[in-house]
């Protein structure tokens, strides 16, 4: 019996410890290597080159305006400083390790400064809405930040997920039925077209074809004159 209580004792005893220093253990501050693209860059760990992408976070690719602007802020944020790495998904469609990271003496991660900046957008998707990107996203929409200052639409399908080409273009190019175009309408009826400060602002759906009655901002399914 006593060998029972001993041993019940000694299991408690490790766990209580291996809880404390799990808790109490620091995320390694470490150095970035370099920048591959905007929010894809490699890692030094205590062993291994590690690739990891900035989780939550879309930013325009090569072909696209404001990618170098990206590119930039990601490279004068990462190279030469020192960054904790939290990791957040294992590995997302490009097979790259989704991290949040935090800088040396910045209590924003570089996450939520790409949103805050414009140079990036919020993935609501891979993040789960995640509130403090969501908010973010909305104050840099409203201040036309970065991406949101440039009449281009950056999560536009390519490549096979494009749609076929129309067989009258010159007719179906002009209807908003076929041109790409998203609406956001919310659970109030109201419809926002993408460059209104309202749009994808609390509920609602994204809808080619809305219904319901037109913002007074931004125009609507109709847009200003």
């Known amino acids: 019996m006593r060998f029972i209580i001993l041993g019940a004792w000694a ?5 209580n410890q ?10 390694p501050l470490r150095e970035v290597v370099r920048v591959i693209a905007p929010g894809v860059f490699d890692y030094q760990s205590s062993d291994y080159l590690v690739r990891f992408s900035l989780w939550g976070v879309g930013f325009p690719k090569n072909n696209q305006p404001g990618y170098h602007q990206a590119l930039s802020f990601c490279e004068g944020k990462l190279l030469g400083t020192k960054v904790a790495v939290v990791v957040k998904q294992e590995f997302n469609k490009a097979n790259i390790k989704l991290a949040e990271v935090f800088l040396e003496n910045e209590s924003d991660s570089l996450n939520l400064q790409c949103i805050k900046s414009g140079v990036g957008w919020h993935d609501e998707v891979e993040s789960s809405r995640h509130g403090p990107f969501v908010l ?3 104050r840099s929409k409203r201040a036309n930040l970065g991406v949101w200052s440039r009449d281009f639409d950056y999560q ?24 790409g175009l998203k609406y956001w309408v919310t ?12 749009y994808q602002r609390g509920r609602g759906e994204l809808t080619s074809r809305p219904r319901g009655s037109d913002c007074r901002i931004c125009g609507g399914f109709k ?3």
């Not at 299991?11 to 766990?15: E, G, M, S």
């Not at 809880?19 to 620091?26: E, I, Y």
């Not at 749609?163 to 209807?175: N, V």
């Not at 659970?187 to 309202?198: N, Q």
């Open 187 to 198: 659970t109030f009826g109201k419809v926002h077209r993408p460059e209104c400060s309202f």
């Open 18 to 27: 291996l809880c404390a220093t799990d808790g109490n253990q620091s995320v």
């Open 11 to 15: 299991l408690l005893f490790a766990w």
């Open 156 to 179: 536009q399908k390519a490549g096979i997920d494009a749609p076929p080409s129309p067989i009258l273009p010159s007719i179906m190019g002009k209807s908003p039925f076929f041109s």
């Open 136 to 138: 973010s996203q909305i």
């Open 223 to 225: 847009g200003r004159d």
